[in-house]
C-alpha cells in the first residue's frame, strides 16, 4: 500500500485536549493506532498519542469512499493523521470523538505484532526486551519512564538550586575504581582501555575547581551478578563538593530523595495509578543506623555476620523488615570501601549506603585529599599507585577536603514506580545475556 506524506499537516491538538468544549470544531490529531472495532455501520478506532487517547469514529453512510478505504486498511500500532470534527458522544470513552473528513496513514504497522502494547494479551519479560520498541508503547512502560523523567528533572533542579554545576566526564578511562574485577576492558588504538566504572576520581578532581559538581550518566559495571537489581550498563547520579563531609552530603540525598517522591506523588498521580502503586512518602530525617548497630541487631534477629563482612542479601532483607523505608547505614568497616574513603579512627571509613527497605540506592562518604595519605590507602588496597599518576597531580596542588555520593537513578525509578525488576526501568537495558537490542 502506498502510505500518505505528513505535507503541510501538523497537530492542531494533542489527543487528550479533545473535550467536549471543542464540539464542532475542525482538529488534526496525529499518533499510532490502539483497539479498532467494526460494528458494519460504523468503524471505530482509538487513538493513542504521549497524552492520551481519543476515539476515531466513521460512519459508513456518511462517511466518503477514500477516507473509508482507509479506515479499513488500518493495522494496530500504524501511525496515521486525522483531521476531522470534533463531535460529543455520551457513548465514546472519553465523552467526545473525532468524525474523520481525511486520513493519512503515515506507516503501516505489519501484522501480527510481537507482542500486544494494548496490554490484552501478556507476554513475559524477554519477549518484551527483545521487542522494546514496541514494548515501550505500553501504558506502563510510559508511565515508568515519565516517572523516571520527573524526578530526574526535580532532582537536576534541586542540585542547580544549591549551587551544583552539571558535568560530563570521561566514559573510556585508564583504571579503576570501583574494584578491579569489574571492569569491562576496550581497545583503545594500540592501548588497552576500559568503560568507566564511576565518575570517582573526576568528579573528586573537579571540586577543586568548581566547588560543588553532579553527573548524571552511564556506569559499566561487568558484573557476573544476574539479578532483578543489577545491569551491566545503569545510570548514576554522582555528585561531589568541597568542604562539605559525608553528613552534610547525607543531608542533601535525604533531601534529594525526598524531593524525587514528593514531586512524583503530586505530579504522577495518573502514572502511579496506571502502575497500581501506591507510594509512600519517606519520613525525614531517614533513621541512621551505623554498621556495628546493623550487625547487632542482624545476630539479634539470628543472621549471624561476622564484623568486617559484607551485608548479604538475606542480611539486607532482615534490616529491611527491621527498620523499613529509607534509612542510611553508615561507619563502614574501611576494609569494605573503596581505596578514596576517608578513615574515622583506625578501622573504620567515614562512609555510608543508603537502604531503601532492601535495596541499595547510593553509597558516598567522605574522601581523602591529601596525596600521601591516598598512596598510603592504595597501596594497603593492593593498588599501583604509579597507575593513578595523572590523577594524584591534582591531589598535589592543593585539592580541598570533600564528599559526595552515587545514586543509581535505575534503582530509585525501581522504588518510585514499585517495579520489581530494573530492566522495567531502563529503556535498553544491558545485562550478562543482553546486547541488543
Ligand atoms: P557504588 O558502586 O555503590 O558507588 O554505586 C553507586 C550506586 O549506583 C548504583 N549501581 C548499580 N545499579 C544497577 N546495577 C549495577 N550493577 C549497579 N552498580 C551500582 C547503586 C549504587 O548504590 N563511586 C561510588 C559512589 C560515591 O562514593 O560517590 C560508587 O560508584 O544504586
Known amino acids: ?17 479533545i473535550t467536549e468544549q471543542l464540539d464542532g470544531q475542525e482538529v488534526i490529531v496525529m499518533g499510532r493506532v490502539g483497539d479498532i472495532r467494526d460494528l458494519g455501520g460504523i468503524k471505530f478506532f482509538i487513538l493513542h498519542d504521549i497524552s492520551g487517547s481519543i476515539q476515531i469514529t466513521a460512519s459508513r453512510k456518511k462517511t466518503d469512499p477514500e477516507t473509508l478505504s482507509k479506515m479499513d486498511a488500518l493495522t494496530q500500532e500504524s501511525s496515521v493523521a486525522v483531521r476531522g470534527k470534533v463531535v460529543k458522544a455520551r457513548q465514546a470513552p472519553r ?27 501478556k507476554a513475559n519479560l524477554d519477549t518484551r526486551l527483545d521487542a522494546r520498541g514496541l514494548d515501550l508503547r505500553r501504558a506502563e512502560a510510559i508511565a515508568i519512564f515519565k516517572i523516571r ?24 578511562v585508564a583504571t579503576a ?26 568528579k573528586e578532581v573537579l571540586t577543586g575547581a568548581f566547588d560543588r559538581v553532579f553527573e548524571v550518566g552511564p556506569i559499566f559495571r561487568a558484573e557476573e551478578h544476574d539479578t532483578p537489581r543489577h545491569l551491566n550498563e545503569a545510570t548514576s547520579i554522582d555528585i561531589e563538593a568541597a568542604y562539605l563531609t559525608a553528613g552534610d552530603v547525607m543531608e542533601i540525598l535525604e533531601e534529594l530523595i525526598w524531593r524525587a517522591f514528593d514531586s512524583v506523588k503530586r505530579n504522577c498521580a495518573e502514572e502511579l ?36 563482612e559484607d551485608l548479604s542479601t538475606p542480611a539486607e ?29 583506625d578501622k573504620l571509613g567515614d562512609a555510608f549506603d543508603l537502604m531503601y527497605r532492601e535495596l541499595e540506592l547510593a553509597s558516598g562518604g567522605s574522601r581523602i585529599h591529601s596525596e600521601e595519605m591516598l598512596v598510603k590507602q592504595m597501596k594497603e588496597k593492593g593498588l599501583n599507585p604509579e597507575n593513578f599518576e595523572s590523577h594524584l597531580l591534582s591531589y598535589r596542588y592543593g585539592l580541598p577536603p570533600h564528599a559526595g555520593f552515587g545514586l543509581g537513578l535505575d534503582r530509585l ?19 550478562r545475556r543482553r546486547l541488543t537490542p
Open 273 to 308: 495509578r496506571i502502575l497500581n502503586h501506591r507510594l509512600e512518602m519517606p519520613e525525614k530525617p531517614f533513621p541512621r543506623i551505623t554498621y556495628d548497630e546493623a550487625i547487632e541487631k542482624l545476630n539479634a534477629a539470628g543472621i549471624n555476620i561476622n564484623w568486617g
Open 317 to 345: 532483607r532482615k534490616l529491611a523488615e527491621i527498620i523499613g523505608g529509607a534509612y542510611f547505614i553508615v561507619d563502614w568497616p574501611l576494609a569494605l570501601k573503596p581505596f578514596y574513603t576517608l578513615p574515622k579512627g
Open 413 to 431: 525509578t525501581m522504588v518510585l514506580t514499585g517495579a520489581e525488576n530494573i530492566r522495567e526501568c531502563v529503556l535498553f537495558p544491558r545485562d
Open 177 to 202: 575504581t570501583e574494584s578491579g574485577a569489574a571492569l569491562f576492558p576496550i581497545s583503545y588504538f594500540d592501548r588497552e582501555a576500559f568503560l568507566s566504572q564511576s565518575p570517582q576520581l573526576y
Open 95 to 121: 465523552g467526545v470523538e473525532v468524525v474523520p473528513s481525511e486520513i493519512r496513514i503515515l506507516n503501516l504497522a505489519a501484522t501480527p505484532l510481537p507482542l500486544d502494547p494494548g496490554g490484552k494479551v
Open 149 to 172: 523523567n520527573q524526578a530526574l528533572k526535580t532532582i537536576r533542579d534541586y542540585l542547580l538550586s544549591q549551587g551544583f554545576i552539571e558535568v560530563q566526564t570521561p566514559k573510556i
Open 1 to 17: 500500500m502506498k502510505l500518505d506524506d505528513l505535507g503541510n499537516w501538523r497537530r492542531t491538538h494533542k489527543c487528550r485536549e
